[in-house]
T-cell receptor
Framework: AQSVTQLGSHVSVSEGALVLLRCNYSSSVPPYLFWYVQYPNQGLQLLLKYTSAATLVKGINGFEAEFKKSETSFHLTKPSAHMSDAAEYFCAVTEGWAGTALIFGKGTTLSVSS | NAGVTQTPKFQVLKTGQSMTLQCAQDMNHNSMYWYRQDPGMGLRLIYYSASEGTTDKGEVPNGYNVSRLNKREFSLRLESAAPSQTSVYFC?????????????FGQGTRLTVV
């Protein structure tokens, strides 16, 4: 069965600092992996997705994530945090074939201070 | 292009009342999902429908029923609401573009059961 673990429910950084949000997954087959962002009182927006085409994936707003099969990880990074990055971030996994659902981690709230 | 539309956006129910949350997508997607979001729990899958005419239970199906009315619409029904069902409910839909099942989300329904 597929599952996702996000390490750290809350991460705080200073503006301009590196952002690192951790995600580990479990899947019996090569997975599809996603990072979504949720701003307060809004729905979820796709940041980036891993499709096996490349292990380093670039997304919107300067975020990127690296797929490491040996570590079963898909950590999200951004070199320099902005105040506008403050939000909740969700990692998700699916095995992708018809009939499988998208499974989410519990989320990490990112706070950015000036 | 509206994407995924959920109605209503807010609802207050008394314990024991019933209601149906509506979801419609106009992207010709095959799969549709219902999630609930609770603080610290991430998004938990209630039910999903891989295609028109099929539905499957997710992680937390108890107390809910669903109907895939047609390809566009996927409704979630609470037959006898309980305070434990106070949550934010999200509907999502997805299709494989190539082979990537990217999901799109509605704006959510905030439900309070008193």
């Amino acid at each position: 069965a597929q599952s996702v673990t996000q390490l750290g429910s809350h991460v705080s950084v200073s503006e301009g600092a590196l952002v690192l949000l951790r995600c580990n997954y479990s899947s019996s087959v090569p997975p599809y992996l996603f990072w979504y962002v949720q701003y307060p009182n809004q729905g979820l927006q796709l940041l980036l997705k891993y499709t096996s085409a490349a292990t380093l994936v670039k997304g919107i707003n300067g975020f990127e994530a690296e797929f490491k099969k040996s570590e079963t990880s898909f950590h999200l990074t951004k070199p320099s945090a902005h105040m506008s990055d403050a939000a909740e971030y969700f990692c998700a996994v699916t095995e992708g074939w018809a009939g499988t659902a998208l499974i989410f981690g519990k989320g990490t709230t990112l706070s950015v201070s000036s | 292009n509206a994407g995924v539309t959920q109605t209503p956006k807010f609802q207050v129910l008394k314990t024991g009342q019933s209601m149906t949350l509506q979801c419609a997508q106009d992207m010709n997607h095959n799969s549709m999902y219902w999630y609930r979001q609770d603080p610290g729990m991430g998004l938990r899958l209630i039910y999903y429908s891989a295609s028109e005419g099929t539905t499957d239970k997710g992680e937390v199906p108890n107390g809910y029923n669903v109907s895939r009315l047609n390809k566009r619409e996927f409704s979630l029904r609470l037959e006898s609401a309980a305070p434990s069902q106070t949550s934010v409910y999200f509907c999502a839909s997805s299709i494989s573009r190539g082979s990537v099942p990217e999901a799109f989300f509605g704006q959510g329904t905030r439900l309070t059961v008193v």
